[in-house]
């Protein structure tokens, strides 16, 4: 029998579904972090951020924004 707490993420585009599809993606690909941490708690946030931008296809924010700050700040000096 499929497991009916998890989301098909394959067939869902979040930019032609609603606002609360498109959280209860996020929040179902978050809870699949989770348990595959092993259910350890103290990672909500990381884990909704990291499956917000998995389905939405971007990188890491921090990750990609510390280059242009770096790039700018070298621009002006």
């Not at 296809?57 to 921090?62: A, E, L």
Request: aromatic fraction near 6%; avoid cysteine.
């Amino acid at each position: 029998m499929p497991d009916d707490n998890k989301a098909n993420l394959s067939i869902v585009n979040p930019e032609q579904g609603s606002l609360e599809l498109t959280e209860d993606i996020i929040q179902a690909r978050a809870y699949q972090f989770y348990e595959e941490r092993g259910r350890e708690d103290g990672h909500a946030v990381d884990d909704w951020l990291r499956a917000e931008a998995e389905i939405f296809g971007k990188k890491n924010i921090s990750a990609t924004a510390q280059p242009e700050m770096t790039e700018q700040k070298s621009m002006a000096a």
